[in-house]
Structures are given as C-alpha cells and as structure tokens.
C-alpha cells in the first residue's frame, strides 16, 4: 500500500508534536505506544498500529538515557515501524528491526542539538542579567521549534518522498534477510522487558512476575482484560501492605519519641 501526500503531511504534522514533546518531556506522548496507534490512525489501520505499538513499546521498555549514552530515538521507531508494515506488507516485528536505522540517525541529529544548543547558553545568561524576558524566552523556545520542524521534515522525508524506493530495496531483500529481521524484532520486545527487569526487579517482587507470566500464558482468555485485571488487583494488594507497613511504623516512631520527651513533660 502506498501513503498519500495528505497522510505525509499529517504523520508528519502528528512528529512535530510528539518531537516537541519528547524534547520537553511533558505528555509522554512521544512513548512508541502512542506514536504507533496514532500512526497508525492517521493511515487508516488502527489494528496495526496497535500490534506494532505493543511490541516496539516492549523493545523500548528498557531503554532510557544513562549518561552520554542514548538509545535509538523512539518517535522515528514508533512510526517507521508502522510505516514499514503498511508500505511493504511485512508484519511489524520485522519491521521493528528495519525501522532502527531511522530511529539511529534521528537520534544522532538530536545528539548533535545537544551540543550546538549549547552555544545559546551565554546568550540567555546575557538576557537574563539584563532582564530582557521577551528576548530570553524567544531564545529558549526556539530549539525546540528547531528541533520539531526537524521531526517533521525528517518523518515526511521518510514517509512519503522516499516511500517508492524504500518499498523496493526491502522487497528487494532476499528471504533469508527478512527472516532475519524478523526474528530480530520478534527478540527486540523480550530484550527491552529484560533490561526493564533487571533494573527494577526485586525479590518480593518475583512471585507477582511469576503469576502474571503463568496467568497470561496458560490461562486461555479472550482478551488481556482479565490479566491486567488480576494485575490492578495485586497492585492495590501491594499498595495496602506497604501503607500498613508505614503507618506502622510512624506509630512506633511516635511511641519512641513519646517515651524520649515523657521525663521532660513530667517534670521529672
């Protein structure tokens, strides 16, 4: 299937946004979730968008900045992989492992903003000793506009201009390769919920990972409701017993300092 201009247009209108937003982290809007429902939306194949979002969201789920190091952009990801699978027809894990060189090299245009915005640093300081707001806040606002008409221009050029020949040099791809980057993207999610776990993991925790994983494979359901259901359920199980465990222990807090201040307030 081919995207039209209009639909260029509007991907790219909908990455101005979620561009802005992930460089204000304000809405989260920018989560490969979201991006990839939306995504798919504007194409007209919301189920699609849905599947990729809960897949590239899994690959995702592990990856956060730690120091100079930044993982591939997640915008770029959420869309191209939706893109991919419309365009191409392949089915969205293996277009998760194609969508990365474009999630890659947004990233690394984003990490050469990092350095080139710090030149407006003596400039602010300048307007802020001078009291000069409406010049300081037009200076702190324009990378932002910068780098979201960057999202857009990037994602139309990536989804529409160069939609033909990137439709036939991964048609092109010879079977073996495809099923390559399909098993990639099918290992990417399990990789992501991996790195999540090994982060936040811990040993009280193990036996509500433990049900969970046996609720969701064994138990024939129609739908996740009842998983998530089950998994509210042992939240708020959770959440009772450590507000237990605090109240508990501001009150043996308010004994011992009672039983420090009693001499004193006895006159003895």
């Not at 990455?15 to 920018?30: P, T």
């Not at 849905?50 to 897949?55: D, F, H, T």
């Not at 089950?230 to 009150?251: T, Y």
Request: glycine letters at 10%.
């Amino acid at each position: 299937m081919t995207i039209s201009l209009g639909q260029g247009l509007i991907v790219s209108l909908f990455a101005i946004i979620a561009g802005a937003d992930f460089w204000l982290e304000g809405f989260y809007i920018f989560r490969p979730m979201i991006v990839c429902t939306v995504t798919g939306f504007l194409l007209g194949d919301l189920r699609l968008g849905i599947v990729a979002g809960g897949l590239t969201e899994l690959a995702f789920a592990g990856l956060t900045p730690v120091g100079g190091t930044q993982p591939p952009n997640p915008i770029m990801a959420g869309i191209m992989t939706v893109v991919l699978a419309y365009t191409t027809g392949h089915n969205p894990a293996t277009a998760i492992g194609l969508s990365l060189p474009f999630s890659i090299l947004m990233q690394y245009i984003i990490l050469f903003y990092y350095s080139a915005f710090s030149l407006f640093t003596r400039k602010m300081m300048e307007y802020a000793n001078k009291a000069e707001t409406k010049k300081f806040t037009w200076l702190v606002l324009t990378p932002t506009f910068i780098v979201a008409l960057t999202y857009g221009v990037f994602t139309f050029l990536c989804v529409y201009a160069a939609q033909a020949p990137m439709s036939h040099l991964v048609n092109a791809m010879p079977g073996w390769l495809s099923h390559g980057f399909e098993i990639a993207g099918g290992i990417l999610p399990a990789v992501g919920f991996a790195m999540l776990l090994k982060n936040m993991l811990k040993n009280q925790y193990v036996p509500y990972l433990l049900l969970g994983f046996t609720a969701a494979c064994f138990i024939k359901f129609g739908n996740l409701m009842p998983v998530a259901v089950i998994g509210i359920a042992l939240a708020l199980i959770e959440f009772a017993r450590a507000k237990k465990d605090r109240d508990m222990n501001k009150k043996m807090r308010d004994i011992e300092e009672n039983a420090n201040n009693g001499g004193d307030n006895d006159g003895i």
